[in-house]
């Protein structure tokens, strides 16, 4: 699956491994890289597992239209289809990181 990103600053975080361990520590930059390299081997999001570790899951309310994708327990990728069918998860072959969020600091 083709990954794209929100914008450049958040792009550089996910793919720079010093960057991700600055701003996120250690265990969550490692585990940030190996989810991004298991999300890339997906050929659509309806492989991404729904149990975890990836935990895929829809959000509601006003972010009606992404996904969720686990991180760790704690940090979570929210995504958005950037291409196929929003009821058809087999379509859609790239998504976009709209950001890491931190679940249980919202």
Do not use: W
Not at 53 to 76: M, N
Not at 77 to 82: E, G, N, Q, T, V
């Amino acid at each position: 699956m083709k990954i794209e990103y929100k914008n450049k600053k958040l792009k550089d975080v996910c793919n720079t491994f010093k960057n991700a361990n600055k701003k996120y520590g250690l265990k969550v930059a490692k585990k940030m890289q190996l989810r991004l390299m298991q999300i890339q081997a997906f050929e659509n999001l309806n492989q991404i597992p729904v149990t975890p570790p990836f935990r895929r899951h829809k959000l509601v309310g006003d972010r009606s239209g992404y996904f969720a994708i686990d991180i760790t327990k704690t940090y979570r990728f929210i995504i958005k289809p950037s291409n196929g069918d929003i009821n058809n998860l087999n379509t859609i072959t790239i998504i976009c990181i709209e950001e890491v969020s931190n679940h249980y600091d919202d």
